[in-house]
Structures are given as structure tokens and as C-alpha cells.
């Protein structure tokens, strides 16, 4: 009797305990055990806005590594078109020819940067090569056509984050494809790091359009492989480089108009 009974009470607690486990899963399922947070669900708002910055940078990065031969025509309002061709070569020397770069219009140039130094060199007829500047330097205002900071120094402008920049999205010049942007210097300065434009620039690069203070810029045509290096149109002389402005008009003669001889009336 006493085995008899062992053996029903360890089937009575086996039982229990079975029921206990039941019961607790069925109470978890119900809600009565520890609460369980719902899977996570990835946000779903608005995508992020395109920023025109980026954008303008992935392209002036791309320009930065190219090396071509580039002619683009410069329009002024109320002058004729201009032209300018743009040399950036494998060593990366440069070199701007400007026509009506100089004396108000009326002399052509070319700005031209090496190792050595920056020259301008009056072209048309060719007449020597004056050192200016160091070489990847600013040149003297008097004498700056500032065109060359187009393909130059404004691409490293673009590309720092560090200048302030208001940069937007901006309708295509000229008739462009081009993805164009509306540059905008933050800062209030007598020299900006950049004037203020619309810049377009195509998937390889290349600068196909340009609305800056000095006039519209437009590519003319397939760019050309590059030199290895750049040449200089003439011979590098000493003299005084040729001034953006209008030369002054001559001063009149200082001598003054002989008198008059007079006449006697003889009575």
C-alpha cells in the first residue's frame, strides 16, 4: 500500500507540474507574462533632398583631373563676342588666351602659369612675355582679366567646405544639357574667394557654360587632347605688363600755337 501510494503521488506531482507549464505558457500567450515589444518597423518618411552642393562638388572634382584645349566665347553686353581658349595641360601648367583681355578691349592676352612664375603675354602680334606673379598666385587687379580663375583656382573653391557657399540648383545657359548652378559667396568681403555665377558643367568635366560678372561663357566646340606642357607665344622679356583698363587719351601738346605776326597799318 505504501509503494502503491509513493506512486501516485509522484504522478500527482508530475501532473501538477506539467499543468503549471501549460498554464504559464498559456498565460504568456495571453498577454499575462512579460510584455513583448513589437518588431521594429523602418521609418518610411520622405527620401533626402539632392544637395545642390554635393552635386556641384562631384562634378568639379571630375573637372580638376581633366587636361584639354578648350575655346569658349566670352559675350558682354553691348561688345562684340569674345574669344578665350583655355589650355590645361598633362603637367598641369595652364595657360588662358584672352581676346580683348587688356587696354580697355583692345589687346589681346594670354595669362600663362608655370612653375616658375605667372606671365601675360600680349598676343596679335606677339610681343614678349612679362613675369607677373608667382606661379598659382592671384595676379595685380590692374592688370587681372580674372578669366583664368574660372578654370583654376575657383575649382578648388567649389570643392572646400570650408568656404561658405550658397549654392542652388539653376535653369541651363546657352542652350546647355548641362546640370547648371547658382554659386553665391557667403562671406562679404572686398575680395571674395569667388564672384558670384551660374556654372554648368557636363558629366566628364568640362565646363560647358558660365554666367560670371564678366559676361556669359560658352564652349565652342569638342575639347582637344592636351600638350604635355604649355608654351609661351613669345619670349619672356622685362617690361610692365599691359592693364585691364583703357589706356588714357593722349594729353594735348603743351607747347602753345605760335602768336600771330602782327601787322602794322602805315598811314
Not at 604649355?230 to 588714357?248: D, E, F, H, K, M
Amino acid at each position: 500500500m505504501r509503494s502503491r501510494r509513493a506512486g501516485v503521488s509522484a504522478i500527482t506531482v508530475t501532473t501538477g507540474t506539467a499543468l503549471a507549464v501549460v498554464t504559464g505558457l498559456l498565460l504568456t500567450a495571453c498577454g499575462g507574462g512579460a510584455p513583448v515589444d513589437p518588431p521594429s518597423v523602418p521609418a518610411t518618411g520622405a527620401p533626402a533632398q539632392p544637395d545642390p552642393r554635393g552635386m556641384l562638388a562631384a562634378r568639379v572634382a571630375v573637372a580638376k583631373d581633366q587636361r584639354y584645349v578648350a575655346a569658349y566665347t566670352l559675350v558682354v553686353q553691348g561688345k562684340a563676342p569674345r574669344s578665350v581658349l583655355v589650355t590645361v595641360a598633362t603637367d598641369r601648367t595652364w595657360r588662358v588666351d584672352v581676346q580683348g583681355g587688356a587696354l580697355g578691349g583692345t589687346a589681346d592676352v594670354a595669362i600663362a602659369n608655370r612653375s616658375e612664375g605667372i606671365y601675360q603675354c600680349q598676343i596679335n602680334p606677339a610681343s614678349g612675355c612679362v613675369r607677373v606673379a608667382a606661379a598659382n598666385k592671384k595676379l595685380p587687379a590692374a592688370i587681372d582679366p580674372r578669366l583664368q580663375y574660372v578654370f583654376t583656382a575657383w575649382l578648388d573653391v567649389l570643392l572646400d567646405r570650408q568656404v561658405p557657399l550658397a549654392v542652388a540648383p539653376a535653369d541651363p545657359l546657352a542652350g546647355t544639357s548641362a546640370p547648371c548652378f547658382a554659386v553665391e559667396p557667403g562671406v562679404t568681403a572686398v575680395q571674395p574667394p569667388i564672384d558670384a555665377g551660374v556654372f554648368c558643367y557636363n558629366d566628364r568635366g568640362i565646363l560647358v557654360a558660365a554666367r560670371i560678372p564678366l559676361g556669359l561663357l560658352t564652349l565652342t566646340g569638342e575639347p582637344a587632347p592636351a600638350p604635355e606642357t604649355i608654351s609661351l607665344p613669345g619670349p619672356v622679356v622685362a617690361g610692365a605688363p599691359l592693364g585691364t583698363s583703357a589706356p588714357p587719351p593722349p594729353k594735348p601738346s603743351s607747347s602753345s600755337p605760335s602768336a600771330a605776326p602782327s601787322i602794322s597799318r602805315s598811314r
